[in-house]
């Protein structure tokens, strides 16, 4: 079975400064890995996604991912974070089935001044 | 391209009543989806519809959750008698093809049951 882990539950960042979101999945086979980004009042925006090919992916908002597979990771990072990025951040893992995405528990990203 | 419409946003009822949360979907989409999110834990699959057929509803906390898709467009999720434990935010989703390639989420129905 499928499963993600979002080791942090709450993450505060000052504006200006990198971030890295950690995430690691349980899958037997190649994963499809996403970052959905939850704003107050808002639904999940899909930030980025990565089935294959290389193992950096760019997504919107200046966010990035890297696949690494021997440590079962996708860390989502963005060099320089905007008072605008505070949210809640889903990780979640598919497969190239149509059996529905699971999902972390999500990590909550503060910015302060 | 309208998005994946959900209602209400929120919604508060007493423990016993019943309850029913509408998605609409984008148009053309033929994978439809609920999710459920309690305070603090994972968004949580419920079940998946392909066009009018429930494709997969393992998800379903049990006979209280009746989801029906009607003519393979909009959906409804129906709670009856609701619960104290049923409160969370329900998020629907759609897409065209499969999972693979990512949902496009609704703003979700809070739920509260007092």
């Known amino acids: 079975a499928q499963s993600v882990t979002q080791p942090d539950i709450h993450i505060t960042v000052s504006e200006g400064a990198s971030l890295e979101l950690r995430c690691n999945y349980s899958y037997g086979a190649t994963p499809y890995l996403f970052w959905y980004v939850q704003s107050p009042g808002q639904g999940l925006q899909l930030l980025l996604k990565y089935f294959s090919g290389d193992t950096l992916v760019q997504g919107i908002k200046g966010f990035e991912a890297e696949f690494k597979r021997s440590q079962s990771s996708f860390n989502l990072r963005k060099p320089s974070v905007h008072w605008s990025d505070a949210a809640e951040y889903f990780c979640a893992v598919g497969n190239s089935g149509n059996t529905p995405l699971v999902f972390g528990k999500g990590t909550r990203l503060s910015v302060i001044a | 391209e309208a998005g994946v419409t959900q209602f209400p946003s929120h919604s508060v009822i007493e423990k016993g009543q019943t309850v029913t949360l509408r998605c609409d979907p984008i148009s053309g989409h033929d994978n439809l989806y609920w999710y459920r999110r309690v305070m603090g834990k994972e968004i949580k699959f419920l079940l998946h519809f392909v066009k009018e057929s429930k494709q997969d509803e393992s998800g379903m906390p049990n006979n209280r959750f009746l989801a029906e898709r009607t003519g393979g467009t909009y959906s409804t999720l129906k709670v009856q008698p609701a619960e104290l434990e049923d409160s969370g935010v329900y998020f629907c989703?759609?897409?065209?093809?499969?999972?693979?390639?990512?949902?496009?989420f609704g703003s979700g129905t809070r739920l509260t049951v007092v």
């Open positions: 989703a759609s897409s065209q093809g499969t999972s693979a390639y990512g949902y496009t």
